[in-house]
């Protein structure tokens, strides 16, 4: 299957579950070789544009973390289950038009990007879904398939960006210098 003609609906998706969905989208072949991107703040949330989430595409979400892979093949795509964009897109694309510009933003706002190999996320992530869970039920239904990894819930070590133990973290200026 060629990037470019690639359809969210294909794959596995369930909403508010990004990091599965981009974990389950690293099993396909084509896939393996990408890298997973972990976006979060160091404050409780950050605005992106152009969410599903929204009807007005230009009214940010407040995202607490969101999960993208980028792709390469003839050229680096990023695929978001959940951007009103195009399932994937050019890497300027997709960041021209999903973020506000940084100089807008609180520091505490500005994303940063956790970046690993896919084989590595894949290999190390690991959710018992209890982020999505209170005392009185689910934040938003969890998906049909089995809990990913087998080992201590660790989501919250790939969303604090002051944890270097796990890929390289950048910013959006820093990932677009190193990526394109």
């Known amino acids: 299957m060629h990037l470019r003609k690639l359809k969210r609906e294909d794959f596995l998706y369930q909403p508010y579950y990004c990091e599965e969905n981009i974990w389950h989208l690293c099993q396909h072949e084509q896939f393996k070789n990408s890298h ?46 959940d951007t009103s964009l195009p399932f994937n897109n050019d890497i300027e694309t997709y960041f ?4 506000i510009d940084n100089d807008l933003l609180n520091a505490d706002e500005k994303p940063l990007l956790r970046v690993m190999p896919a ?29 990913i990894g087998n080992s201590v819930h660790n989501l919250p070590d790939f969303l604090d960006m002051s944890n270097n133990d796990i890929g390289d973290v950048l910013t959006i200026d820093e990932m677009l210098e190193r990526f394109t």
Do not use: C
């Open 96 to 99: 021209s038009n999903s973020f």
């Open 36 to 81: 997973v991107i972990v976006i979060a703040s160091k404050g409780d949330s950050f605005p992106m544009l152009n969410q599903r989430d929204m009807e007005n595409h230009l009214t940010p979400v407040l995202w607490d973390y969101h999960v993208i892979l980028l792709a390469e093949e003839d050229t680096k795509q990023i695929l978001d289950f």
């Open 119 to 147: 084989s590595e996320y894949v290999m190390s992530f690991s959710s018992d879904r209890r982020h999505m869970k209170t005392e009185s039920g689910w934040i938003a239904p969890p998906p049909v398939w089995p809990l």
